[in-house]
């Protein structure tokens, strides 16, 4: 346990996305300490998100809460097994050398971030359960915190992607620069910080792509996997009929919130 809590420390440090390793490919954590790490914090958050199922008015239900501590880490592990062959080619277009391997690692520790971000939040949203019952409202809080644990993680992701695909450096020299160097140096350099701009405005786009997709399969895994949270009208069920989807749940609930009808 004691080497697990200082594995997290150091990942959420930055001590495995080192720029210098980065480059290289050489990323010092074993793909199942992340694994690990990803199940322990998602299980922490799942324990805080199932609690307002647990604590309904007909009497407690723990079920609500072991559910969760299962779905919430099976929730990122599977939007990562669906998303990584898209991640792994779209890396590989971008003249990536990085081994499979080594990227799944680097979404692994975006995801182990994500779920990092979530497990310091569970205490918040367990003193926010106990103290509404309003069920809208816990809902769009959940949807917030994986909000913000999401643009955490993916940034994270974001600033070592740009590491391993060598654009992380800003053009700081352009032409006018040149102190009383040739001519040819000058427009040779120019040209070359015009290239990196151009590469690095292509992988942002490319990557923010990629990233928009991971967002919505994994939103719409949840809607897969629910119940989470556990609505006060139903009886506690493993999985739900499929219907509907994630974003005009998200909205109905939003809509309940704020009491428009």
Known sequence: MTSLVRSLDDLVRGEYTRARDLRTGDIRIRASRLVVLAICLGATYGAAMGLFGALRPTGPDLRFVLACMVKVPLL???TIAITFPSFYVTSALTQCRTSPLAMLRLQLIAV?????????LAPVLAFFTMSTTAYAF?????VLFFSIAGVVGLGFLRRALREVTGTSLECTHDANEVDDESDSEGADTAARNARMRDRSRVLKRIYGTWMLL?????????????????SPDLEFTILRARESNFFAAAINALRLTLGIH
């Open 76 to 78: 990122f592990l599977t």
């Open 112 to 120: 182990a971030v994500t779920l990092a971000v979530l497990a310091s």
């Open 138 to 142: 816990i809902v769009l809080l959940n």
């Open 214 to 230: 991971f967002a919505i399969v994994g939103a719409q895994m949840a809607w897969i996997l629910r119940p989470f949270i556990g």
